[in-house]
């Protein structure tokens, strides 16, 4: 049975919604927050309006396994999914040990998101390798390893803007998985958007929460 959702965001929610009644999508929206199950990237705005780069890389099912505001052991991700015991958005154990990997193949960072950056491929792809480093684990290109990981830019912004109120850092988002290449299943999923002084950093930053994700 649903739970019973506060007068105040029913009013709120139709408000929103219209005069027209509460309609589909915000019967929808109600029964997610009466259920008390979090978001997922695929019934999210990001994915359903449009102005989003999605399915380039990470597919709907990956998207159906994200949540919003995933946060582990320091280290927080926009929308993301990891292998682990505990609440959605607050994962606890993992269900594998990291330990027991060896090798990990990092692939070719892919830009999906049409927007040119010269040398932010690399970039990224040598801050993850960094960061998989860190771990233990030994970065391999083009070979059968442990396990996979697979990156891919769905969105840019590689200059700062001044705006009359303040300025518009760039920024670089993410979208990445993490495989057991012996059973093809994800370990971690994530979509994620870092603002930095350039984009190199934000995919240091981006890197870094990852690797706290998997300590």
């Keep these: 049975m649903m ?5 105040s965001l029913l009013v709120a929610l139709t408000v929103a919604a219209g005069c027209g009644g509460t309609g589909e999508a915000l019967k929808e929206r109600i029964g997610r ?18 102005e989003e780069i999605v ?16 946060e582990r052991r320091g280290g927080e991700l926009n929308w993301g999914w990891v292998a682990a015991t505990g609440t959605p958005r607050k994962p606890a154990q993992l269900a594998f ?5 060896e090798t990990v193949n990092l692939a070719p960072v892919k830009n999906e ?22 771990l233990g684990l030994q970065v391999v290109e083009g070979r059968q390893a442990d396990l996979s990981m697979e990156i891919a830019i769905v969105d840019l912004k590689s200059d700062k803007t001044f705006i009359w109120v303040g300025t518009l850092d760039p920024f670089l988002e993410l979208e990445g998985r993490l495989v057991d290449t012996d059973s093809m299943e994800p370990l ?28």
């Design 113 to 134: 998101s049409l927007i040119v950056s010269p040398g932010i491929e690399e970039a990224t792809w040598t801050a993850f390798a960094d960061a998989l480093r860190l």
């Design 3 to 7: 739970k019973s959702v506060p007068v």
């Design 188 to 215: 971690l999923l994530f979509r994620h958007q870092e603002h930095g002084t350039t984009v190199e950093t934000a995919a240091s930053d981006t890197a870094s929460e990852v690797l706290k994700f998997l300590r």
């Design 33 to 50: 927050v009466g259920s008390g199950q979090p978001d997922t990237f695929l019934t999210s705005d990001d994915y359903r309006d449009g």
């Design 55 to 70: 399915g380039a890389h990470l597919t709907d099912e990956e998207y159906g396994r994200m949540v919003e505001d995933i």
């Design 97 to 101: 040990d990291i330990g027991g990997y």
